[in-house]
């Protein structure tokens, strides 16, 4: 069965900290993609990365970065200096490339920059 | 401009009632779902259509009823309605077939539908 763990329910941080959310997830796939959205408390659902599972760079995208790591089954995402504005709910999930397209999604680190 | 559109973006109505929730998308994509988020944030795929075509139904109730008259959009029919009912529901799409092939492009999310079931 397909899984994914977001083992940090909430994270509060002071302004300009870094923090990294945790994702880990479970498939005896070989093929998969991995892919974070934001949930800011607008309540839209932003797309944020995909990666697929052959693909093992870290990525880097101004702040924001991922560590993918299939050793350990993890896709990990950090903000450096992080803002007020990043206060959202951050959602990992994954994919596999059966027939059926869903996302499976863990169940979301709520994350609280305070000023 | 906007990319996937839900209307209308709130719902309140009593139990028992039949209620619909439209989505549409003009991003050209040939998949589309419709996922629940429940009062804890949870996310759970309900149904996938691509093409028109159904392809998943992820053990929902049948008084759920999607229906796609076209590649762009997917509406959600809910019968009977119940206090259970109650939650976020999102309408996405993607890019789920390309040259004939699977493809994994991201999924676009609508705006939500926020469904309150007294």
């Known amino acids: 069965a397909q899984k994914v763990t977001q083992a940090q329910t909430e994270i509060s941080v002071v302004e300009k900290e870094d923090v990294t959310l945790d994702c880990v997830y479970e498939t005896r796939d070989t093929t998969y993609y991995l892919f974070w959205y934001k949930q800011p408390p607008s309540g839209e659902l932003v797309f944020l990365i995909r990666r697929n599972s052959f693909d093992e760079q870290n990525e880097i995208s101004g702040r924001y970065s991922w560590n993918f790591q299939k050793s350990t089954s993890s896709f990990n995402f950090t903000i450096t200096a992080s803002q007020v504005v990043d206060s959202a709910v951050y959602f990992c999930?994954?994919?596999?490339?059966?027939?059926?397209?869903?996302?499976?999604f863990g169940s979301g680190t709520r994350l609280l920059v305070r000023p | 401009d906007t990319a996937v559109s839900q209307t209308p973006k709130y719902l309140v109505t009593q139990m028992g009632n039949d209620k619909s929730i439209k989505c549409e998308q003009n991003?050209?994509?040939?998949?589309m779902y419709w996922y629940k988020q429940d009062s804890k944030k949870f996310l759970k795929i309900m149904f996938s259509y691509n093409n028109k075509e159904l392809i998943i139904n992820e053990t929902v109730p049948n008084r759920f009823s999607p229906k796609s008259p076209d590649k762009a959009h997917l509406n959600l029919h809910i019968n009977s309605l119940e206090l259970g009912d109650s939650a976020v529901y999102f309408c996405a799409s993607s890019q789920g077939r390309m040259y004939g092939f699977r493809t994994v492009g991201e999924q676009y999310f609508g705006p939500g539908t926020r469904l309150t079931v007294t």
């Open positions: 999930a994954l994919t596999l490339m059966d027939s059926s397209y869903k996302l499976i």
């Open positions: 991003l050209g994509h040939d998949t």
